[in-house]
């Protein structure tokens, strides 16, 4: 007997991922609902590469009543609406909005991380599904943090439009395209021209001079791994379409190489490590499209620090920063709490 899954947002970027990574990974269920606003309601999407159409049903009136799971790609304001609505019916939400993830009762999960976190979903009926940079990141920390023991994290993101949804997509395309041409290419998404440029600011900025994306980094690392973690993060949006990359530099409490490191990542669960010190032997983001995995490269020693790495982290951030994420973490309540499918 599998579950009844809901996805909210279906038909966004992140909603349609999510039900490509369901079918792929042969997720356990008996009946999948693509939940979506009004304007979406009565259209058919794909359940992935299964044949299987489904057709939209409107947030509005769905009742979430008898289903398991449902797995929120809606963005705040949806699942401040109804995310509390679903898990007072009984139904589990996996929310990818960053709402609920500083709350004190919901858990902030990556699976390869801390699972073991997972338990605290029972005081609100919903756990949290990180930033699309932490989570990436955090694959890569934990097990050198395990080994070695990180004090700081000083990162800088270079981050994919797709994060900023398909409006953000649109435009790299569309001013691209006008560049050739020599037409216009106003900034209507972004705060500057993001074709053949790159733009510092994600997010709203802070009184401090950060902006909340990396304010995000900041504390959702402190919640995933651990308090003590100093970070700071620069965070950039680049003109790529799909993949996050991030330059992270680390400074550890007791010794570690670069070889211990890439010893480390090389067995480390969710990381690859493609590190080749030779002319293409790194991943770029154009390589990490449709993969599970974070990749890991260009590993070396700091010697300006004591007990300094820096490296290169790459991550499809519509799936492991995503909706990959989330799919890992609704299979993880089912082996280790729902427990229905055998």
Same mark, same amino acid.
């Given at each position: ?17 999510? =039900?490509?990574?369901?079918?792929? %990974? ?58 509390? @609505? ?90 691209? @395209? ?42 959702? /690392? ?9 970070? /700071?993060? /620069? ?20 010794? #570690? ?5 890439? %010893? #480390?990542? @090389? ?9 080749? %010190? ?19 490269? @260009? ?9 300094? =790495?820096? =490296? ?25 709490? =729902?427990?229905?499918?055998?």
């Amino acid at each position: 007997m599998g579950y009844r899954i809901v996805v909210v947002g279906a038909t966004g970027n992140v909603g349609r991922e999510m =039900l490509n990574i369901l079918a792929e %990974r042969e997720f356990p269920a008996d009946e999948i609902a693509a939940v979506a606003s009004a304007r979406s309601t009565g259209t058919e999407i794909d359940f992935g590469d299964s044949g299987k159409m489904l057709k939209v049903r409107n947030i509005e009136h769905f009742d979430f009543a008898g289903w398991d799971m449902a797995l929120f790609a809606a963005g705040s304001e949806v699942s401040k609406l109804h995310a509390p @609505r679903a898990a007072a019916a009984g139904c589990t939400v996996i929310d990818n909005s960053s709402l609920y993830r500083m709350d004190p009762d919901v858990p902030l999960i990556v699976p390869e991380v801390n699972a073991e976190a997972i338990a605290g979903y029972t005081r609100k009926n919903i756990i949290a599904n990180p930033n699309c940079s932490t989570a990436q990141m955090v694959v890569a920390l934990k097990p050198l943090h395990d080994f070695a023991k990180i004090k700081r994290v000083v990162v800088a993101t270079y981050q994919s439009v797709s994060g900023a949804g398909k409006a953000g997509m649109d435009e790299l395309f569309e001013q691209s @395209r006008n560049i050739f041409v020599g037409d216009s290419n106003e900034p209507v998404k972004f705060t500057k021209q993001i074709a053949f440029n790159v733009i510092p600011h994600i997010d709203d900025f802070l009184d401090d001079g950060s902006t909340k994306e990396e304010w995000k980094m900041v504390v959702e /690392t402190k919640k995933i791994l651990d308090p003590k973690i100093k970070v /700071t993060a /620069t965070c950039v949006r680049v003109p790529v379409f799909v993949g996050h990359s991030e330059a992270i530099n680390i400074e550890f409490e007791n010794e #570690i190489s670069a070889n211990d490191a890439q %010893r #480390i990542l @090389r067995e480390a669960p969710g990381v690859m490590l493609v590190d080749k %010190r030779e002319d293409g032997g790194y991943v770029t983001p154009v390589e990490c499209v449709g993969e599970y995995a974070t990749y890991v490269s @260009r590993v070396r020693e700091d010697s300006t620090v004591d007990n300094g =790495l820096s =490296l290169w982290c790459v991550s499809d951030n519509l799936r492991k920063g995503a909706a990959l994420n989330a799919v890992q973490i609704a299979e993880l309540l089912g082996r280790k709490h =729902l427990k229905k499918a055998a």
